[in-house]
C-alpha cells in the first residue's frame, strides 16, 4: 500500500492518459453480501501466499538464518542476488537502497491494507446474516498482526495502520513510523498485542477449512510478543530491562497451549515429520500453516512456496535451481554430541567439515567429498537433528536411502561450503515441484508449531527463576530428538551418522543451575529451530546479537575468505535501515534508524 499509489502514477507522465471518463463506477454498496465480504477475506489469505518469495518479508532463510550463524547465502557466488543479500550477511555497506528492504515493506503494507479492507467491509454485519463474521474478524487480525509483527523483528519503528484510516493518499502520508512522544516502541507492541488479544478472542479452537488461523495460533502470537516486550530496549536496541510481569502473562498463554485436555496438541513421535509434504495440515504439533498449491489452474501453476524457490539444489537428482540457503559450518558442528551425549558447548566449533574437504593441492576434492568425509563423520558422535536439517554430499537426500546427494547439487563449495539445508526442500519424486525458471514447491510452511511452545515456557521458566520446571520441557525436546532416527538410514540399513543424545541428568551430566539451564535452553532452541529463519531474532530478543555475531566472524574468516570484513555494530545492525523509496513516499513523516 506505501509507495503504491505514486509509483502507479509515475509510469504515466502524460496526463492526457488520466483524463478519460469511466465507462462503469463500482459502488461499494454493491459487495455487502456476506459471500462478497468473505471473498475480501479471501484476498488477504490469498496475498499470503504470494508474497512469501526470496525477496519478501516472509523468507526465513535470509531473514532470520542467513543474517544469524545458522547459515550462509549461498548460490553461484559472492555476487549472486547482488549486493543486498551479501551486505545483509556481512552487515557491512548496507544501506537504506535497493529492492532487499523496500519490497519486503511495500508488500506487507499491500497485506494491511487487504486486511483492513476485509475489517472494514465487516464492520457491521451480524451473526444472523453471516453466522462466521467473528472468526473472519479474528482471521484478519491475526493476519494484519502477523505482518506487523514481522516488520517490527525487521525494522522496529514502522506506521501502524488500522481499519479506522480511511482517507486520502495524504492521510497515510502523516502517520508517522514513530511516535516521538513515546519513550520507546513498547506503544507499537502495544497494538500489536492488543490485536492479537482481540483475535483470540474471537477465533474457534477449530476451523472447517484447513489453513484458516485458530484460536491456538492467536494465543500462541500473544504469547510471542509478551516474550519480545519483556526484554526491553533502549533507543540504541540493547536490551536494558527484562520485564518479568509481561513474562508471567506470556506463562499464562503458554498454559492454555500445554495444559489442554484431550491432546489437541503434541510433538510428533519423529522430528522429520514436521519437514514432509505428506504432513501437510495432518499434524498435533502445527499450529499455522501457510498454504500452498500447485496445478490448481491459476496463472502461475499454483499458490506455490516461492518463499525458499532459490534454495533447490543445482542441476542434481530433478532439482534445477539455484543452491541458495547453506549450512554454515559452525551450525553444523553445533550438533556435535561428546561422550555424555549433550552439546559440546565450548569446544564444538574446534574444527569443521571444511577442514577435512581439502586436497593435497589445496583444492575440494569433490570424490573425497561424495565418498561422505567419512574422517569428520566418524571423528564425533551427532544429535540426530543434524540429519534432519543438514544433508552433506554422500548421504541420504530426505530420507530416501536410495538417493544420495552429489556434490554437483553445490554450485560453489568453496565459498559456501557443502553442508545443504535440508527442512525447507522435498524429495524430488515428490509431485510438489514447480519449475518455472525458477525452482518451486508446494510443500505448506509451518509458521507455528508444538515443540516452540514447549522453549518458550521453558525460557520463561527460566527467567522468572523456575529453572527446574524448565529441566522436563527440555528433555522432552531432546527424548523426541533422540528417537528420531528410524529414517535416517542407509540402504544397508546402517545408520547414516554416529548418533547420541542424552537428556539432561542433574547430578549425573550436569549441574542444573539457573546459568546452565539459560545455556542448555538457548542451546535447544538453536538446534530444534535450525535455518528456520528464527535465531537472529532470537539473539536480539535476549539481546546477544554483537556478542554471538563477532563470535562466529571471526572463526568463520578463517574458512571463507568473504568473511574477512564481516563485523557486527551493536546500536546499528539489530534493524534494518527504514527504506529509502518509503522516506521519501512518507515526505519528512517517518524517522530513520540510528547509523544509517
Known amino acids: ?59 526465513p532463510w535470509w531473514s532470520g538464518s542467513m543474517r544469524s550463524d545458522d547459515s550462509y547465502k549461498g548460490g553461484g557466488g559472492t555476487w549472486d542476488g547482488g549486493d543486498g543479500w551479501g551486505y545483509m550477511e556481512t552487515f557491512v555497506n548496507l544501506t537504506p537502497n535497493g529492492w532487499p528492504l523496500d519490497y519486503p515493506w511495500y508488500v506487507s503494507y499491500q497485506i494491511i491494507q487487504r486486511c483492513n479492507t476485509a475489517l472494514q467491509k465487516l464492520e457491521g454485519v451480524t451473526t ?35 481499519e479506522s484510516v480511511k482517507g486520502t493518499t495524504a492521510d497515510f502520508e502523516a502517520i508517522s513510523n514513530r511516535d516521538k512522544a513515546k519513550g520507546n516502541d513498547q506503544y507499537l507492541w502495544e497494538h500489536i498485542l492488543t490485536d492479537f488479544k482481540k483475535a483470540e478472542e474471537l477465533l474457534p479452537i477449530t476451523q472447517e477449512d484447513k489453513g484458516r488461523i485458530t484460536k491456538n495460533a492467536a494465543t500462541a502470537m500473544v ?42 496438541l503434541d510433538l510428533c513421535n519423529d522430528f522429520g515429520t514436521n519437514f514432509v509434504s505428506e504432513s501437510d495440515n495432518l499434524t498435533k504439533e502445527s499450529i499455522w500453516e501457510i498454504q500452498y498449491s500447485i496445478n490448481d489452474d491459476s496463472r502461475t501453476g499454483g499458490k506455490i512456496n516461492r518463499s525458499e ?42 574444527d569443521s567439515y571444511g577442514d577435512y574437504i581439502k586436497g593435497t593441492n589445496g583444492e575440494d576434492d569433490k570424490t573425497k567429498i561424495d565418498r561422505g568425509n567419512k574422517a569428520y563423520f566418524d571423528k564425533y558422535t551427532f544429535d540426530p537433528r543434524f540429519s534432519h536439517t543438514i544433508c552433506a554430499p554422500g548421504q541420504p537426500w530426505k530420507y530416501d536411502p536410495n538417493l544420495i546427494f552429489k556434490s554437483q547439487g553445490i554450485r560453489n563449495g568453496a565459498e559456501y561450503g557443502y553442508l545443504k539445508s535440508l527442512k525447507e526442500l522435498p524429495n524430488p519424486k515428490c509431485e510438489c515441484l514447480l519449475y518455472d525458471g525458477w525452482q518451486f514447491n508446494s ?114 574468516k578463517n574458512r571463507f575468505s568473504w568473511m574477512q570484513n564481516a563485523r557486527f555494530t551493536a546500536g546499528r545492525d539489530e534493524y534494518f535501515p527504514i527504506p529509502q523509496p518509503q522516506m521519501k513516499w512518507a515526505k519528512g513523516n517517518y524517522v530513520q534508524n540510528p547509523g544509517y
Open 128 to 162: 444472523d446474516v453471516f453466522p462466521a463474521v467473528d472468526s473472519r474478524r479474528g482471521e484478519m487480525l491475526f493476519l494484519r498482526s502477523f505482518v506487523y509483527f514481522r516488520l517490527k523483528e525487521f525494522f522496529k519503528y514502522i506506521p501502524y495502520i488500522d
Open 309 to 350: 524457490g532459490l534454495n533447490h539444489p543445482w542441476q542434481w537428482g530433478g532439482f534445477q535451481c539455484c543452491d541458495f540457503h547453506h549450512v554454515s559450518y559452525t551450525m553444523g558442528n553445533a550438533f556435535k554430541t561428546g561422550s555424555d551425549g549433550l552439546p559440546m558447548f565450548d569446544t564444538y566449533n574446534n
Open 223 to 264: 504469547a510471542r510478543i509478551l516474550m519480545f516486550m519483556a526484554y526491553e530496549q533502549d533507543d540504541r536496541h540493547q536490551v536494558v530491562n527484562i520485564n518479568k510481569e509481561r513474562l508471567q502473562e506470556a506463562l499464562t498463554y503458554l498454559n492454555k497451549l500445554t495444559d489442554q485436555e484431550g491432546g489437541a
Open 443 to 556: 510443500m505448506n510452511k509451518r509458521m507455528i508449531r508444538y515443540d516452540e511452545i514447549i522453549l518458550w515456557k521453558a525460557e520463561v521458566l527460566i527467567q522468572l527463576d523456575r529453572w527446574d520446571e524448565a529441566l522436563p520441557l527440555i528433555n522432552k525436546i531432546r527424548t523426541r530428538a533422540a528417537n528420531s532416527t528410524s529414517h535416517l538410514k542407509d540402504a544397508n540399513g546402517r545408520y547414516i551418522l554416529n548418533y547420541k543424545c542424552e537428556t539432561y541428568k542433574p547430578g549425573v551430566n550436569c549441574t542444573w543451575d539457573k546459568d546452565f539451564a539459560w545455556k542448555a535452553l538457548q542451546w535447544e532452541n538453536r538446534l530444534e529451530m535450525a535455518c528456520e529463519g528464527r535465531r537472529f531474532f532470537d539473539l536480539q530478543r535476549w539481546g546477544i546479537l554483537e556478542s554471538t555475531m563477532n563470535k562466529y566472524f571471526a572463526i568463520e
Open 1 to 59: 500500500m506505501i509507495a503504491m499509489i505514486p509509483s502507479i502514477i509515475g509510469l504515466c507522465s502524460c496526463t492526457d492518459y488520466l483524463d478519460v471518463n469511466p465507462k462503469q463506477v463500482l459502488d461499494d454498496n454493491l459487495l455487502n453480501k456476506p459471500e462478497d465480504v468473505d471473498g475480501f477475506v479471501t484476498a488477504a489469505y490469498a496475498r499470503i501466499t504470494d508474497i512469501p518469495s526470496w525477496d519478501s518479508p516472509f523468507a
